[in-house]
Structures are given as structure tokens and as C-alpha cells.
């Protein structure tokens, strides 16, 4: 049986890390082969190229290349070869992380991140997406005391409002595949609903 592919989406301070790893520990209980894995990164070289994105001074365009690059390699090298296998592959972040961050964020042409993105993934798309959606404010203040090591955590307000209405309208656009959560609410909440959300969905694809 082919896997299935499950993307973890959201803004800084949503509590994507911890559902993530989360939702990987439940799968995991129930007996279901399951991999969590990250972008940018995942594999070796991805992980080369996301310390050059994350820690370098790099114009947008070729910012939005490198997350497209890093992605090709780890859909080539993990993703695929795992949804083959039949696992469950759970990402904290993939194209809509572009989407967000590069064309609503940083205002790069949304048909050229697209284009870009369509390249390098040939058209792999999550079977389902949990959007965790928290205010922006909510968010800032969760990381505020948070050893803030990369650039993208040093971004103006109006950077983060800007993401937060790219997800919203990718949410809207996407409704059949994005699952949206209410990630203001505390986490115990939180992991509740994804609890109550993935049942259904490993019930529906025959997993449970
Ligand atoms: P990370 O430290 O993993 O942050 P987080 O815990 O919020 O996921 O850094 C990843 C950063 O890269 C994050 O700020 C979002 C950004 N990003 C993009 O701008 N575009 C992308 O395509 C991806 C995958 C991430």
C-alpha cells in the first residue's frame, strides 16, 4: 500500500515542533509505520542548504530557490522512497511554508514561487494538511523568551501579518486538503483536536 503524506503548517509560536512530534508518538502507538520529518532539511544536504537559508544574508529570489532546492532533495531521498514503503510521512512544513513566508512575506510573484515549486516537487502535494493557527500577537509573545537562532524569528510584526494572511488564504483556497486548528488554545486542547482529527482520517484511509 502507498503512504500517506501529511504536511504540519504554521507561524512562529503555534506549537508546530510540539504537535508535530506529538502526532509522530500517537501514529507511532498505534502500531502504523510512521516518519516525522522537517523542512527546510531532512536530509543531509538539505540540512547543508537550510544553515545557508537560515544563517546567511541571501537575496529573496535566491532564498526561495534554496527552499525549493532543499525540498527537491529531500522528496527525492526520503519522502518518496518512505510513501512507497507505505509509511505515514508527517513534515513540519512544505510548499505552503513558500507560499507564506516567500510570496505573502517577503512579496516574491506567487506564479514564480509556484513555478519553482512545481519543478522541484513535480506535483508531490500532501494528502492532508494541519494548519496551526494562532494570532500573531499569541505567537510573538509564545517565543518572546525563545533563543531566537535564525533570521526569519527577527522579522518586523508586519512580516508575521503578512504570513498569517498567506496561510489563512491558502487555508481558504485548500479546504478539501487543509485542516485547520485552533492552535491559540492551550496545547493540551490542541492535541486533543489533532487527536480527534488524525482518527478520522486513519479511519478513512483504512490505517486503524
Ligand atoms: P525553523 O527554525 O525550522 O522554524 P520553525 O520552528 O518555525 O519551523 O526555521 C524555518 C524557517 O524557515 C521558518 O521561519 C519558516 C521558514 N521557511 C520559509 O520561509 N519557506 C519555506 O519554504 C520553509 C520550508 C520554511
Not at 19 to 25: D, G, H, Q, R
Not at 103 to 131: H, M
Not at 142 to 162: A, G, L, S, T
Not at 177 to 186: G, L, Q
Request: net charge neutral; aromatic share 8%; hydrophobic share 35%.
Amino acid at each position: 500500500m502507498v503512504g500517506k503524506f501529511i504536511t504540519i503548517e504554521g507561524s512562529e509560536g503555534s506549537g508546530k515542533t510540539t504537535i508535530s512530534k506529538f502526532l509522530f508518538e500517537y501514529i507511532t502507538s498505534l502500531g502504523i509505520k510512521v516518519i516525522l520529518t522537517r523542512e527546510p532539511g531532512g536530509v543531509p544536504v538539505s540540512e547543508k542548504i537550510r544553515d545557508i537559508i537560515l544563517h546567511e544574508d541571501i537575496d529573496y529570489r535566491t532564498e526561495a530557490l534554496l527552499f525549493a532546492a532543499s525540498r527537491r532533495e529531500h522528496i527525492v531521498k526520503k519522502i518518496l522512497p518512505h510513501l512507497k514503503q507505505g509509511y505515514i510521512v508527517l513534515c513540519d512544513r512544505f510548499v505552503d511554508s513558500s507560499l507564506a513566508y516567500q510570496v505573502y512575506g517577503r512579496g516574491l510573484e506567487e506564479k514564480d514561487v509556484v513555478s519553482i515549486n512545481d519543478y522541484a516537487t513535480e506535483l508531490t502535494k500532501p494528502d492532508k494538511t494541519f494548519y496551526l493557527d494562532v494570532n500573531v500577537d499569541k505567537g510573538l509573545e509564545r517565543i518572546e523568551n525563545r533563543q531566537h537562532n535564525n533570521k526569519m524569528d527577527n522579522e518586523h510584526n508586519e512580516f508575521y501579518v503578512k504570513v498569517k494572511q498567506g496561510y489563512d488564504s491558502i487555508a481558504a483556497k485548500n479546504s478539501d486538503r487543509v485542516i485547520k486548528i485552533n492552535a491559540n488554545n492551550d496545547i493540551e486542547l490542541v492535541k486533543e483536536e489533532i487527536v480527534e482529527k488524525i482518527n478520522l482520517l486513519l479511519k478513512k484511509w483504512n490505517c486503524l
